[in-house]
């Protein structure tokens, strides 16, 4: 299975599965970002967006995008709510098991999880982890404090790829998200939510060096605007 993953900055990514183009909290004109909307649109495929929660930072520019290419979107019952009420379509869900998304592409699945956050009155704040033929590709952690039922992530999936906030003040600093990482068990596991604002700042490199002398994943710094290939 072919993976491309690419970061935008802060919590921002695109990811491709073997052709399915899924953005995850797309805010793509975020501070960090090297890329502009009309190059987000141009050149990334996007079936369908997937939003952790309903901060400003998080939300990002999916309304545009949805308008400019008819993508749908995947988000916890209220802000799907929300949403349809402007006109958006999309996939209303809750945490729980993998919702089936074969309408979107077959063999697409995805499973809300937990996330210790806040998100003004839509819900509650999730993670996400998104599956191909039953296969855990990716968890995006949303933001989220430490929590210990990370454990059961992974104990149920050890997904692929792990995206793990590490900034801090909002979310888990980098020590908390090490923690994390042991419970999670990725493969590969690569930071994010750091540097977009002074109060995150953090130092990816020290996040990976850590998660690697201590051998619990790889890890990758990924640049905003860099695209990372795996093949799973
Ligand atoms: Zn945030």
Partial sequence: ???????????????????????????????????TLDEYVNNFKTDLIVITHA????????????????????????????LTKKGFQGIGANIGGPAK?????K????????????SYDKGVPTGAIIFKDEIPILYHAGDT??????????????????????GGHYTMDIEQALLAVKMIK???AIPMHYNTFPPIRADPYEFKKKVEELGLAESRVLEPGE???FNF
Avoid: C
């Fill in 1 to 35: 299975m072919k993976v491309k993953l690419t970061y935008f900055g802060h919590s921002a990514f695109h990811v491709d599965i073997d052709g399915i183009g899924i953005a995850i909290d797309p805010w793509i004109t975020n501070p960090l970002s090297k890329t």
């Fill in 55 to 82: 901060h400003e930072d998080h939300i990002g520019d999916s309304e545009e995008i949805m308008k400019r290419t008819g993508a749908k979107f995947f988000a916890i019952h209220e802000i799907y709510v929300d």
């Fill in 101 to 105: 998304l074969d309408d979107i592409a």
């Fill in 107 to 118: 063999g697409l699945a995805i499973a809300l999880t937990p996330a210790t956050h806040s």
């Fill in 145 to 166: 404090g430490l929590f210990a039922e990370m454990q059961f992530i992974g104990q149920l999936y050890a997904p692929k790829i792990a995206l793990l906030p590490i």
């Fill in 186 to 188: 990725p493969k590969i």
């Fill in 227 to 229: 695209t990372v290939e």
